[in-house]
């Protein structure tokens, strides 16, 4: 198993059920239903590519540069995909009205996910 993998793992499952549970119990009161949806988004993609790093841990025992690429595709995805989508969802409650480069920046997060998907085809194609 990798270590490494498994505490970036840990520390994303831990801010996913926090954010999920400040979403359901704190922000419903305050932001829109279009906004808890972003919010809503934002968690469900931060817990599946969290499960996606807890998959590659037991993967990157064998030591494959793929996996490790992998894992820091979903990471970056994480980051940008879903952290966009958060501050997007919060941008009225803090009066945020200069965050229009969020909106690119969320595609690119989607794009790491898709190449961290991509690389562990890869990889499963390329290993014996």
């Avoid at 894992?71 to 229009?100: P, R």
Wanted: with cysteine.
């Amino acid at each position: 198993m990798n270590k490494r993998i498994i505490i970036s793992a840990a520390i994303f499952g831990m801010l996913a059920v926090v954010f999920g549970a400040f979403g359901a119990h704190s922000l419903k009161k305050i932001l829109t239903a279009d906004e808890m949806e972003i919010w809503h988004t934002a968690v469900q993609y931060h817990f599946y590519h969290t499960f996606a790093l807890l998959f590659l841990s037991t993967f990157a025992r064998f030591k494959n540069n793929i996996i490790n690429f992998s894992s820091y595709c979903f990471v970056a995805g994480i980051i940008l995909f879903s952290g966009s989508l958060y501050l997007m969802a919060l941008k009225n409650v803090f009066h945020w009205e200069s965050v229009s480069f969020l909106g690119p920046i969320t595609p690119v997060g989607g794009l790491f996910f898709i190449l961290g998907w991509l690389s562990l085809l890869l990889a499963a194609v390329k290993d014996k």
